[in-house]
């Protein structure tokens, strides 16, 4: 389940240099298929963004942003072929705008060529002066989040088509899920009514879903390995002086994937830490039963053999090292296949934590920890830790999505169900980016398919599945959409966009492809011709990081995959026309685009 992150404010590159005589300046851009934020040469990013705030004040009517606004940069990415996209985030008189972010569009020659915009109406509050007090609305955030608020901060928010002054108020230790957290509430700062309440973690198996195997009285007890402990590697003895830390070769034996080379850390002769310097010290850590959010408290593994796991739960480290196995695979899906570095692009760290909570039958992207969370199972329903590769694709890849569109639901319940397109493009993205994850690491233990979650030991063999979206009668995922669809709750909501890729991918009709049958069919019965999963994966990413924003719908979605196709391979393209017919076959057309909703 993805939170919404409205909370923060983070700026990636924050500058303020007006905009000069920037027009016809040489800009060289990465190599292709690659982001980046800055260049070696040429204009730096601090005037790429200051040609963009300049232009989005001058395009005023286009953009939305009005007197009192400030933009302050988020990300700058430049294609290959020299456009440049600047995500802002928006303050209006001092105050975040929730669903005030965008991007504009700039040509090589720093020229507006357009604007992604959230909200797509004036963004000025009625009033700056609250009728509540900061203290008045922590209490109704503490009563209705069940925790600890921390400060409130002024807002104003604009999502819903409003431009309300509320306040935004953190809330720890909530007791509203099965396991407590942090949260965001929301509070209208002139009526005093709850607009949102939102948890900060992304939750795998959402709370309808674990209602719905309760009801069923179904348990999922998934096959772990049962390989014994490899031997030992030869130490090589040193004949010349080591000085620690260096970089080691380490092996694992998972629950999942069976034996896996580890790349880690060896801090002494015979002591070794999970932590991997060749990607940015990634690590993984003990949560030690306890429903941590600093990975900074979380126990650190080690070994004095650098062997890690048994492949059972005897071991606490077996179900480490299907976490560090997963991230890192994930980490290298986004950087070959995107140049991307890092879950948020920055050449950082990700990290995990295994043994969260006790009983806990889920995983979380959590934001405020910044790492995965994975809990070991209830003990009842779910008997394993919520390790598994695809899992840990899905829950790193909300992590992205933080990073640069941050889609957000629409509405939330007293549960923590989430609802609305917006929210169930971000779980689409989530599964797409996922199942390509098992495409990249190519485990011949964990076989790549567009199926998600095969490996949780369901009934019904898979959790959701790309092709054929409403053979997952757990969540009741649809195929295709229909007006119903905005108010969807996001998981059952995924399947629109997710088929549209699959038929984008691979087309309509049956394939069998890795030993795995599919077979989707299509809203009109048309034929579509896939072209391929690497040009389907790489538009969707582009769509994601360039033309997507917190409130994108599946039929802003549809238009972005498309100018995303334009820019990789030409209007003009098969691959731009196969996009047209992907939505088509799942009945996202221009013909029954809804009126505006945000």
Same mark, same amino acid.
């Given at each position: 389940?993805?939170?919404?992150?409205?909370?923060?404010?983070?700026?990636?590159?924050?500058?303020?240099?007006?905009?000069?005589?920037?027009?016809?300046?040489?800009?060289?851009?990465?190599?292709?298929?690659?982001?980046?934020?800055?260049?070696?040469?040429?204009?730096?990013?601090?005037?790429?963004?200051?040609?963009?705030?300049?232009?989005?004040?001058?395009?005023?009517?286009?953009?939305?942003?009005?007197?009192?606004?400030?933009?302050?940069?988020?990300?700058?990415?430049?294609?290959?072929?020299?456009?440049?996209?600047?995500?802002?985030?928006?303050?209006?008189?001092?105050?975040?705008?929730?669903?005030?972010?965008?991007?504009?569009?700039?040509?090589?020659?720093?020229?507006?060529?357009?604007?992604?915009?959230? =909200?797509?109406?004036?963004?000025?509050?009625?009033?700056?002066?609250?009728?509540?007090?900061?203290?008045?609305?922590?209490?109704?955030?503490?009563?209705?989040?069940?925790?600890?608020?921390?400060?409130?901060?002024?807002?104003?928010?604009?999502? !819903?088509?409003?431009?309300?002054?509320?306040? /935004?108020?953190?809330?720890?230790?909530?007791?509203?899920?099965?396991?407590?957290?942090?949260?965001?509430?929301?509070?209208?700062?002139?009526?005093?009514?709850?607009?949102?309440?939102?948890?900060?973690?992304?939750?795998?198996?959402?709370?309808?879903?674990?209602?719905?195997? /309760?009801?069923?009285?179904?348990?999922?007890?998934?096959?772990?390995?049962?390989?014994?402990?490899?031997?030992?590697?030869?130490?090589?003895?040193?004949?010349?002086?080591?000085?620690?830390?260096?970089?080691?070769?380490?092996?694992?034996?998972?629950?999942?994937?069976?034996?896996?080379?580890?790349?880690?850390?060896?801090?002494?002769?015979?002591?070794?830490?999970?932590?991997?310097?060749?990607?940015?010290?990634?690590?993984?850590?003990?949560?030690?039963?306890?429903?941590?959010?600093?990975?900074?408290?979380?126990?650190?593994?080690?070994?004095?053999?650098?062997?890690?796991?048994?492949?059972?739960?005897?071991?606490?480290?077996?179900?480490?090292?299907?976490?560090?196995?997963?991230?890192?695979?994930?980490?290298?899906?986004?950087?070959?296949?995107?140049?991307?570095?890092?879950?948020?692009?920055?050449?950082?760290?990700?990290?995990?934590?295994?043994?969260?909570?006790?009983?806990?039958?889920?995983?979380?992207?959590?934001?405020?920890?910044?790492?995965?969370?994975?809990? !070991?199972?209830?003990?009842?329903?779910?008997?394993?830790?919520?390790?598994?590769?695809?899992?840990?694709?899905?829950?790193?890849?909300?992590?992205?999505?933080?990073?640069?569109?941050?889609?957000?639901?629409?509405?939330?319940?007293?549960?923590?169900?989430?609802?609305?397109?917006?929210?169930?493009?971000?779980?689409?993205?989530?599964?797409?980016?996922?199942?390509?994850?098992?495409?990249?690491?190519?485990?011949?233990?964990?076989?790549?398919?567009?199926?998600?979650?095969?490996?949780?030991?369901? =009934?019904?063999?898979?959790?959701?599945?790309?092709?054929?979206?409403?053979?997952?009668?757990?969540?009741?995922?649809? !195929?295709?959409?229909?007006?119903?669809?905005?108010?969807?709750?996001?998981?059952?909501?995924?399947?629109?966009?997710?088929?549209?890729?699959?038929?984008?991918?691979?087309?309509?009709?049956?394939?069998?492809?890795?030993?795995?049958?599919?077979?989707?069919?299509?809203?009109?019965?048309?034929?579509?011709?896939?072209?391929?999963?690497?040009?389907?994966?790489?538009?969707?990413?582009?769509?994601?990081?360039?033309?997507?924003?917190?409130?994108?719908?599946?039929?802003?979605?549809?238009?972005?995959?498309?100018?995303?196709?334009?820019?990789?391979?030409?209007?003009?393209?098969?691959?731009?026309?196969?996009?047209?017919?992907?939505?088509?076959?799942?009945?996202?057309?221009? =013909?029954?685009?809804?009126?505006?909703?945000?």
């Amino acid at each position: 389940m993805r939170g919404p992150h409205i909370r923060s404010l983070a700026v990636a590159v924050a500058v303020t240099t007006a905009a000069t005589g920037l027009a016809g300046t040489a800009f060289a851009g990465p190599a292709t298929g690659t982001d980046s934020a800055s260049t070696s040469t040429g204009v730096s990013a601090a005037s790429v963004v200051a040609a963009a705030r300049a232009a989005a004040f001058a395009h005023a009517t286009a953009t939305g942003v009005t007197r009192g606004d400030e933009l302050r940069a988020q990300d700058v990415l430049i294609d290959p072929e020299g456009a440049r996209h600047v995500r802002f985030l928006r303050t209006h008189q001092g105050m975040p705008v929730l669903g005030g972010d965008l991007v504009v569009h700039l040509s090589h020659r720093l020229a507006y060529t357009g604007v992604t915009r959230a =909200a797509d109406h004036t963004v000025s509050p009625a009033t700056t002066r609250p009728h509540l007090t900061a203290t008045q609305a922590e209490a109704k955030a503490a009563t209705v989040a069940r925790g600890d608020a921390g400060t409130a901060e002024l807002v104003v928010d604009a999502r !819903d088509g409003g431009a309300a002054l509320a306040y /935004r108020i953190p809330v720890s230790d909530s007791s509203t899920a099965d396991a407590t957290g942090t949260r965001t509430v929301v509070v209208d700062a002139v009526t005093g009514g709850i607009r949102s309440n939102t948890p900060d973690s992304d939750e795998f198996l959402s709370p309808k879903l674990l209602d719905t195997l /309760r009801e069923r009285g179904e348990t999922m007890d998934p096959a772990t390995g049962t390989a014994v402990q490899p031997k030992s590697l030869t130490s090589a003895a040193a004949s010349r002086a080591v000085h620690y830390p260096v970089t080691a070769s380490g092996t694992g034996t998972s629950l999942f994937v069976g034996k896996v080379p580890l790349t880690t850390t060896r801090t002494a002769r015979t002591s070794y830490l999970l932590k991997d310097p060749s990607r940015w010290g990634t690590e993984t850590r003990d949560a030690k039963g306890k429903e941590l959010e600093s990975f900074a408290q979380g126990k650190k593994f080690t070994t004095t053999n650098d062997k890690w796991g048994n492949g059972a739960v005897s071991r606490r480290d077996s179900a480490a090292v299907d976490a560090q196995y997963g991230i890192t695979k994930t980490l290298d899906f986004y950087k070959k296949t995107f140049g991307r570095k890092g879950i948020a692009n920055n050449g950082k760290a990700a990290r995990g934590m295994v043994h969260f909570g006790k009983k806990v039958a889920n995983a979380f992207w959590d934001s405020t920890c910044g790492c995965m969370l994975y809990g !070991d199972g209830d003990g009842d329903m779910f008997k394993k830790p919520l390790v598994v590769l695809d899992v840990t694709g899905h829950e790193l890849t909300h992590g992205v999505v933080d990073a640069t569109a941050k889609l957000e639901p629409t509405r939330v319940d007293a549960q923590g169900n989430q609802f609305g397109e917006p929210g169930s493009l971000n779980e689409s993205l989530a599964d797409i980016f996922g199942s390509n994850v098992e495409f990249s690491a190519n485990n011949a233990k964990n076989p790549p398919n567009y199926l998600i979650g095969e490996k949780l030991g369901l =009934a019904q063999k898979f959790l959701r599945r790309l092709d054929h979206p409403s053979l997952d009668k757990l969540e009741g995922t649809i !195929d295709y959409w229909s007006p119903q669809a905005y108010d969807a709750e996001v998981h059952a909501g995924s399947g629109v966009s997710s088929h549209a890729y699959y038929l984008l991918a691979e087309g309509s009709g049956t394939k069998k492809i890795g030993g795995f049958t599919y077979d989707s069919p299509t809203y009109d019965g048309s034929t579509v011709t896939g072209i391929g999963r690497t040009k389907a994966t790489a538009i969707f990413y582009r769509a994601l990081t360039r033309y997507m924003v917190s409130t994108t719908d599946f039929h802003d979605a549809r238009i972005a995959t498309l100018k995303a196709a334009a820019d990789l391979y030409g209007a003009n393209s098969t691959a731009y026309k196969t996009v047209d017919q992907a939505w088509a076959a799942v009945n996202v057309t221009v =013909a029954n685009t809804p009126a505006a909703r945000h």
